[in-house]
């Protein structure tokens, strides 16, 4: 069943298939970058096919911003997410959960799921925006593209 979601999700944003695997990390899941591409799921979810679901889901939401950012280099929201790509936040902080390539991808991956049938997350956590529009406000409204509210529309608005 995994298999089938990797390449439904793959399709649906235009990606090959990333391999995945379960291992000892720390996080939920982590997509590698170097070498061989590939999406590790912490072992823990092993069997537990709503956890793997939202791993996957949101690790091939993150391949989808580093294509997003090679094909489209001047798109504001591309900007926003190669700056928060190139540093590294812990992922235990709030910060982290209020950046915009993580609101992205949670929100991608609620959306998403939910399209299939699959409840991703109970509740939807207002700071997150609310810190979004705060951080980025400048940036953002320096944009004639609205692509830039499209995060905060799709967790206000439920899209």
């Not at 489209?72 to 959960?97: F, G, H, Q």
């Not at 609310?130 to 940036?139: C, D, F, V």
Request: net charge negative; proline share 2%; glycine share 4%.
């Amino acid at each position: 069943m995994l298999n089938q979601l990797s390449k439904k999700v793959a399709d649906y944003l235009g990606l090959d298939e990333i391999p995945i695997e379960f291992g000892k990390i720390e996080d939920d899941s982590i997509l590698i970058t170097k070498g061989i591409p590939k999406i590790v799921i912490n072992e823990k979810y092993n069997g537990n096919y709503l956890e793997c679901a939202k791993s996957i889901t949101h690790e091939y939401r993150h391949a989808f911003q580093i294509y997003w950012i090679a094909v489209m280099s001047d798109d504001p929201l591309a900007k926003i997410w190669k700056e928060e790509l190139s540093r590294v936040v812990n992922t235990t902080t709030d910060e982290y959960e209020c950046q915009a390539i993580e609101i992205d991808a949670f929100a991608f991956t609620q959306t998403y799921l939910g399209r299939e049938g699959i409840q991703a997350y109970n509740e939807v956590k207002e700071e997150m925006y609310e810190y979004l529009l705060e951080q980025n406000a400048k940036k953002l409204q320096k944009s004639n593209s609205c692509t830039n509210f499209y995060i905060v529309l799709i967790y206000k608005c439920g899209l």
